[in-house]
């Protein structure tokens, strides 16, 4: 054999053991049952408490105070549209490739991002400062 193979130090091991001598310890099934328990209880119990809030502060309020409901023709419309979404989604991903994709998201992001800043730039309580200085008289050198 060659002796780069054998050697640890430059990045390659031989085929039983590990580089770096840090090994995996095998997926039992308490485990997965623990890992996967736990993510669906975790998304489930903020949807709970989110719906039990809901309905407690809408309790209290009369009913020109009352959000909008969803009407039985929304409900049988939803996942109609979600399956649409979901296929074009897909589709969009099957088609473009990931260069395409992230350039697209970073993008988008960077829009967002943009309009964000020029929005909280905007609001009025912090253009009060920058139209008094605009207001005041510049000295010059000289």
Known sequence: MDSALKDPHNGSAEAGSPANGTTRPPSTPEGIALAYGSLLLMALLPIFFGALRSVRCTRGKNASDMPETITSRDAARFPIIASCTLLGLYLFFKIFSQEYI????????????????????????SLQPLKQLSQEPVQGLG
């Open 102 to 125: 992230n350039l697209l998201l970073s993008m988008y992001f960077f829009v967002l991002g943009i309009l964000a800043l020029s929005h909280t730039i905007r609001s009025e309580g």
